[in-house]
């Protein structure tokens, strides 16, 4: 398919006015995303397909908004695959979409993020001049911390996103006596399998609630019923985790424990 600059003739059949039908390059320029981008937005079923006159693909400002749409999504951490999944062909819904994802994120957000010093970073973990680069990449790719702004005297500081997994951290260090490379280790265990939790939970609810909602149509009047339906996952996962946490910890005690001599 060409896509190419030329005016759009008096029998428009994009259904916008002259100024508000435009070509993939005009779209490029407005959403700041390049057209190959735009293209492969296009391939993931991301964005709805222009209206065709002739080869010539016309864009409106319905697909502004979806390009805008994804790119927020995407900040909000989600993959193309998993914004796919959520988007269809109509783009009149586009705004809810965006609320209720910034509720769910809202959910499962850990408390504001704390801002600290390197400095005091460092010293908490007892870190050297020697390990301290490598454990704070660590940190950063765990998204347990983030680079945030110097201090106004000029002291490097980060943010810390999960301060009580941060804290677990710390803690583990202390009573299992393990040295900060070990604790966040530790962490990042935890983390895969809870990342396999998760994965589990929110594969149900798109096949459970999410495709069914989306195949009628996504009605304005039934979106209270999806919040609920996620903040009712929510607390059943919560609740459902804990509780096999505990009985895996007693098979598991009873199983190792058992096997060790008694002196």
Same mark, same amino acid.
């Given at each position: 398919?060409?896509?190419?600059?030329?005016?759009?003739?008096?029998?428009?059949?994009?259904?916008?006015?002259?100024?508000?039908?435009?070509?993939?390059?005009?779209?490029?320029?407005?959403?700041?995303?390049?057209?190959?981008?735009?293209?492969?937005?296009?391939?993931?079923?991301?964005?709805?397909?222009?209206?065709?006159?002739?080869?010539?693909?016309?864009?409106?400002?319905?697909?502004?908004?979806?390009?805008?749409?994804?790119?927020?999504?995407?900040?909000?951490?989600?993959?193309?695959?998993?914004?796919?999944?959520?988007?269809?062909?109509?783009?009149?819904?586009?705004?809810?979409?965006?609320?209720?994802?910034?509720?769910?994120?809202?959910?499962?957000?850990? +408390?504001?993020?704390?801002?600290?010093?390197?400095?005091?970073?460092?010293?908490?973990?007892?870190?050297?001049?020697?390990?301290?680069? &490598?454990?704070?990449?660590?940190?950063?790719?765990?998204?347990?911390?983030?680079?945030?702004?110097? &201090? +106004?005297?000029?002291?490097?500081?980060?943010?810390?996103?999960?301060? &009580?997994?941060?804290?677990?951290?710390?803690?583990?260090?202390?009573?299992?006596?393990?040295?900060?490379?070990?604790?966040?280790?530790?962490?990042?265990?935890?983390?895969?399998?809870?990342?396999?939790?998760?994965?589990?939970?929110?594969?149900?609810?798109?096949?459970?609630?999410?495709?069914?909602?989306?195949?009628?149509?996504?009605?304005?009047?039934?979106?209270?019923?999806?919040?609920?339906?996620?903040?009712?996952?929510?607390?059943?996962?919560?609740?459902?985790?804990?509780?096999?946490?505990?009985?895996?910890?007693?098979?598991?005690?009873?199983?190792?424990?058992?096997?060790?001599?008694?002196?």
């Amino acid at each position: 398919m060409v896509e190419h600059t030329s005016p759009l003739e008096a029998d428009d059949p994009t259904g916008h006015g002259a100024d508000e039908a435009f070509v993939v390059e005009e779209l490029a320029r407005r959403t700041g995303v390049s057209v190959r981008s735009l293209r492969n937005y296009q391939s993931r079923r991301l964005l709805p397909p222009p209206v065709l006159r002739g080869r010539t693909g016309y864009y409106g400002p319905e697909h502004i908004e979806r390009v805008r749409l994804v790119q927020q999504l995407r900040a909000a951490g989600l993959k193309l695959d998993g914004i796919a999944r959520m988007l269809d062909s109509d783009t009149t819904a586009d705004g809810q979409l965006l609320a209720f994802t910034e509720h769910a994120r809202g959910m499962f957000t850990a +408390p504001e993020p704390e801002t600290t010093t390197l400095a005091d970073l460092v010293d908490r973990f007892r870190l050297d001049a020697d390990s301290a680069p &490598a454990v704070l990449e660590t940190a950063l790719r765990l998204g347990l911390v983030r680079e945030a702004p110097d &201090a +106004p005297d000029g002291e490097p500081r980060v943010e810390v996103v999960a301060p &009580a997994l941060l804290a677990a951290g710390e803690e583990a260090m202390r009573l299992l006596g393990l040295d900060a490379p070990g604790a966040l280790d530790l962490l990042e265990r935890l983390r895969r399998h809870a990342d396999g939790v998760a994965k589990l939970y929110v594969e149900l609810f798109v096949d459970r609630v999410w495709q069914p909602f989306v195949d009628a149509g996504k009605p304005a009047v039934a979106w209270p019923d999806v919040e609920q339906a996620l903040d009712d996952l929510r607390q059943l996962a919560t609740r459902a985790l804990e509780a096999t946490f505990g009985l895996a910890m007693v098979h598991r005690v009873e199983r190792v424990l058992g096997e060790r001599p008694h002196g």
